[in-house]
Each structure stands twice: as C-alpha cells, then as structure tokens.
C-alpha cells in the first residue's frame, strides 16, 4: 500500500520569498503524484500532477513540483508566493494498479502561512 | 462544466435528526468519493463508488451512515440519527483518470 508524509505541519515565508514544500511517498512502482491546495471554507483544488515524463511540473497559479524517483519525493515549488497562496496544501498519491491510479492517499497536509 | 456540485452547503441539525447530504459529479467521471474533514482526524475517506456501484464503504465510520448512487449523475450520503461528534465537513469528489476533483463540501454541525 501507498503512503504520503508531509513532513511540515506549518510553514511561514514572507511575500515574494520563494517556497518548497517537502512530499515524501512509499510506493513500489511508478505512482502518480498530485498537489491540492485548499483555501479556508473551501474545497481542495487540484493543482497539478504528475503521471509519467518530464519529472518537472508545471501547474496553475505559478507553482511546480519535481519528481524525484531517488528520493521518493515530490516536493511543490513557488519562486515567489503572494499573501493569497496562504492556504493548507496536500500532496497524494495514487497507483496504476489500484483502480486506474483514482484512488489516492492524502498526506497531512501543510498549512502555509505568508507574512506581509 | 460546473465543477462537482454539492448541497446544501452548510447544515445546523440537532441530534437524532436525519441529514442528507447531496452530490452531483463532474459529468463523465466514472468514480465518486466520499470524504469527511475534522481538525482532529484531517481527511478521511468515507466511501467511494465506480459506475454507480459502491466498492469500498470500510471508512464508513458505523451503520448510521449510509451512502447511496442511484445513477451517474447523483450520489447521496445520510446519516441517521445524526450525533454531534458527526460534526465536520463533508467532501464529495469525482475523477476519471486524471486526479479527484472536490466539490465546495458541506460543512455540517450537529447540536
């Protein structure tokens, strides 16, 4: 079975400071790795993926995220966030072989806090 | 397209009543998910269904609550009797390949 583990329950950075979150998964094999973010009072929302190919990410809102297969990571990168981006972000993962890769497995989540 | 639709939105009940919560998917996804969201226990999948058909209820915390697809188009989640520790947010989510997508989710609050 899959896991996730986002090693930072909290982050805070100052606007325009660029951002990484830490993701780290457990998977035998290939897995497809997503990012959401989650805004107060909202739903999650997907911010990007990564099924297979270039290992850099590109995804909305100005954010990227590499796959490291060495490491088992896929870490989330901004260059410079804005007060806006403070929100709880959740990295999971999903396998090719448990049904069609759409069930995932949701880390902890971090809450990302942004400093004026 | 609308996104996933879920309602009501937000839902104030006192103990013992019934509550349903409702859900429409993204049109084409074959895959539909429950969720519930605490502070305390985060994201906890509840149930989840393909084509219609539920295939995993495990996360189904007791037999008050029970989750219902009768076609493509619409999924149902009731809790009865409703208790206050059922207080949470609840998430509906749908996908084809290609991630999950969330509904807005209803926040509810049992008293």
């Known amino acids: 079975a899959q896991s996730v583990t986002q090693p930072d329950i909290h982050i805070t950075v100052s606007e325009g400071a660029s951002l990484e979150l830490r993701c780290n998964y457990s998977?035998?094999?290939?897995?497809?790795l997503f990012w959401y973010v989650q805004s107060p009072g909202q739903g999650l929302q997907l911010l990007l993926k990564?099924?297979?190919?270039?290992?850099l990410v590109q995804g909305i809102k100005g954010f990227e995220a590499e796959f490291k297969r060495s490491q088992s990571s896929f870490n989330l990168r901004k260059p410079s966030v804005h007060w806006s981006d403070a929100a709880e972000y959740f990295c999971?993962?999903?396998?090719?072989?448990?049904?069609?890769?759409?069930?995932?497995?949701f880390g902890g989540g971090t809450r990302l806090m942004v400093k004026p | 397209d609308a996104g996933v639709i879920q309602s009501p939105r937000h839902e104030v009940t006192e103990m013992g009543q019934e509550v349903t919560l409702r859900c429409k998917p993204i049109?084409?996804?074959?895959?539909l998910f429950w969720y519930r969201q605490t502070m305390m226990r985060g994201l906890e999948l509840l149930i989840y269904?393909?084509?219609?058909?539920?295939?995993?209820d495990s996360g189904m915390p007791e037999d008050r609550f029970s989750a219902k697809m009768p076609n493509a188009s619409f999924s149902t989640l009731k809790i009865q009797p409703s208790e206050p520790r059922d207080s949470a947010v609840y998430f509906c989510a749908s996908s084809s390949v290609g991630g999950q997508y969330f509904g807005p989710g209803t926040r509810l609050l049992v008293l």
């Open positions: 049109s084409g996804h074959d895959y």
């Open positions: 998977y035998g094999a290939t897995p497809y």
């Open positions: 269904f393909n084509n219609n058909v539920p295939i995993d």
């Open positions: 990564y099924f297979s190919g270039d290992t």
């Open positions: 999971a993962v999903g396998a090719e072989d448990n049904n069609a890769g759409n069930m995932l497995t």
